[in-house]
C-alpha cells in the first residue's frame, strides 16, 4: 500500500491543530447526543438504581476497546505490516480479542453491578443484568471495530495521521452509541 504523500510524517503543530481543531467541534456536538439520551432516561434510572451505576463503565469500556484496537492499526500502518485485506488473520486475531475482551468485562461489569446491588438493596437478577450487559456491551464492541477500521483507514487515505484523528473519532462516536444501546437494551429487557 503506498502511504499518499506526507500522511504518516506530520509532526508540526499548524498540521495537527488543523487537523483536529474541527473535528473536535463536531465531535463535541455528537456527545451532546449521550448527554441528551441519559437525560430522557432519568425516569428508567431512578427506577433501577444499579443500571446508573453500569452507565460510566459501559460507556468508558467501550470506548477503550476502539482506542485498543485503533491504536494497533495504526501501529500496523506506520510499521507498514497492514494493507486491510481481509484474509489478514492477523487483522482478524485484533477483532477476536476485542470481542472476547469485551465479552469478560461486560460479564464483569454485570456480575459486579448484580453484587452491588445486592449489598446496597437495589438488585436485579443476574440474569437480567448480564442479559443487558453482554448485549450492550458485544454491540458496542462492534460498533468500536467497525469505527476502528473505517477511521482508521479513511484517515490514513486522506493524508491524516491515524495516531492523530481515529482514538478521539472513536471514542466520542462509540460513547454516544454505547449509551443510546445501553439505555435501548435496558428499557427492551425490563419492559420499559
Known amino acids: 500500500m503506498a502511504v499518499p504523500q506526507g500522511a504518516l510524517g506530520s509532526w508540526k503543530i499548524r ?3 488543523g487537523n483536529m481543531f474541527p473535528l473536535l467541534v463536531v465531535l463535541s456536538v455528537i456527545v451532546l447526543w449521550a448527554g441528551i439520551t441519559l437525560e430522557d432516561a432519568e425516569e428508567l434510572l431512578e427506577q433501577y438504581r444499579i443500571l ?9 469500556i467501550g ?10 492499526l495504526s501501529t500496523r500502518l506506520h ?12 487483522l ?12 469478560t468485562i461486560f460479564t464483569a461489569l454485570a456480575i459486579g453491578a448484580y453484587l452491588l446491588g445486592k449489598a446496597v438493596g437495589s438488585a436485579l437478577p443476574l440474569t437480567t443484568l448480564l442479559t ?6 458485544l454491540s458496542v464492541a462492534v460498533i468500536a471495530i467497525a469505527f476502528s477500521f473505517a477511521t482508521t483507514y479513511a484517515s490514513y487515505h486522506l493524508g491524516i495521521d491515524p495516531d492523530d484523528t481515529t482514538i ?5 462516536v462509540v460513547d454516544v452509541f454505547g ?14
Open 132 to 137: 443487558i450487559s453482554l448485549i450492550s456491551g
Open 79 to 90: 510499521l507498514g505490516t497492514t494493507e486491510f485485506d481481509p484474509r489478514d488473520r492477523d
Open 168 to 172: 478521539p473519532i472513536v471514542t466520542n
Open 52 to 60: 446508573a451505576v453500569m452507565v460510566p463503565t459501559m460507556v468508558g
Open 63 to 72: 470506548g477503550n476497546l476502539g482506542a485498543i484496537l485503533s491504536s494497533r
Open 15 to 17: 498540521s495537527i491543530v
Open 179 to 192: 449509551m443510546v444501546i445501553f439505555i435501548g437494551v435496558s428499557a427492551l429487557v425490563l419492559g420499559f
Open 92 to 103: 482478524w486475531a485484533n477483532v477476536g480479542a476485542i470481542l472476547a475482551l469485551a465479552a
